[in-house]
C-alpha cells in the first residue's frame, strides 16, 4: 500500500470519513474492542465504508505507526456523480459506452479492466461502493496510470445504476454464461453499458433479471470461463469493431 494513499489510527480514520475524503477500504484488527472502535464502526457502516477483518499481522505490515487496530487506504482519484457524467457524454455528442461491474474484488483484475477501457474509449466506469476492489497501489499500476485518465462511479447499488442508465436510453448488456446469445450477434452500435460480474460468482441474478440484453462468448476448450479482465477486453474490442465498420 503507498503511504500517502493511508491513514492509521481510528480516530483519524473516523475523521477522514467525516470529511468526506474517498476511503476505499479500512482494515480493522480482529477481535479488536471499545468505544472509539464502535464510533468508527458507526462511520462506516453510515457511509458505506468497506471493512474487513484482519490478524494484526497484517496491519503491522502495513504500517510501523500506533495503528490502534485500524488501517484504512485511499482512492488516489476523485471518484465522479454518475448522473453528472452520463448527462455530459450524452451532451457531448458521441455515442455512450459505460462499463459497469458488479462486485469485481481484485485490484490487479480492476486495473487490468481500467487498462482496456482507457484504450477503447469507455465513457466511465461504475461499481458498487461494497464489495468493489479498492483503488490503490496495484489499481494503479496493474492500469499503467489510465486510471487517471478514465471516470470512475462508486454507487450504492448496481441496480439503481442500471434503470438510471435505462431511463437514459442507453442499453444494458450482461456478460454472461446464462444465455444463449452469443456476442457476435448483438448491435454495438447504440448507447451501451456492458455488465461484467464478479471473479466468483458472476453477474448477481438480481442484475441479470433487469438488464435489457445478455450475451456470452463462444467457448471451445474444457475451461468453461475467461477471466474476468480477459473476458472485459473482448466485449470492449466487439464494441470498437462494430462501431468502426
Not at 493511508?6 to 476511503?23: C, N, P, S
Request: proline share 4%; with cysteine.
Amino acid at each position: 500500500m503507498e503511504k500517502e494513499h493511508q491513514i492509521f489510527g481510528i480516530r483519524a480514520i473516523i475523521e477522514a470519513i467525516q470529511a468526506g475524503k474517498e476511503v476505499d477500504k479500512v482494515f480493522l484488527q480482529k477481535d479488536a474492542q471499545g468505544e472509539l472502535m464502535k464510533d468508527l464502526m458507526k462511520v462506516m457502516k453510515r457511509n458505506n465504508v468497506n471493512f474487513s477483518y484482519v490478524p494484526v499481522e497484517k496491519l503491522n505490515r502495513l504500517t510501523p505507526n500506533n495503528h490502534q487496530g485500524a488501517v484504512a487506504t485511499i482512492a488516489p482519484i476523485a471518484f465522479q456523480n454518475l448522473e453528472t457524467l452520463v448527462e455530459q457524454v450524452l451532451e457531448s455528442g458521441k455515442t455512450p459506452l459505460f462499463l459497469i461491474l458488479d462486485q469485481i474484488s481484485d485490484a490487479r483484475n480492476f486495473g487490468a479492466i481500467i487498462r482496456t477501457a482507457e484504450c477503447t474509449g469507455v465513457s466511465g466506469i461504475i461499481v458498487q461502493k461494497a464489495g468493489a476492489a479498492p483503488v490503490n497501489g496495484d489499481t494503479v499500476k496493474t492500469s499503467a496510470g489510465a486510471v487517471f485518465n478514465v471516470p470512475i462511479c462508486r454507487v450504492e447499488h448496481i441496480k439503481d445504476a442500471i434503470f438510471f442508465l435505462q431511463g437514459s436510453g442507453i442499453k444494458t448488456v450482461a456478460a454472461t454464461e446464462k444465455t444463449d446469445s452469443n456476442l457476435y450477434d448483438l448491435s454495438l452500435n447504440e448507447p451501451l453499458a456492458i455488465i461484467m460480474g464478479s471473479e466468483d460468482r458472476g453477474i448477481n441474478p438480481s442484475v441479470l433479471k433487469i438488464v435489457d440484453e445478455k450475451a456470452k462468448l463462444p467457448m471451445f476448450g474444457t475451461i468453461g470461463s475467461l477471466n474476468v479482465s480477459v473476458a472485459c477486453g473482448a466485449f470492449l474490442y466487439e464494441t470498437v469493431r462494430q462501431r468502426q465498420s
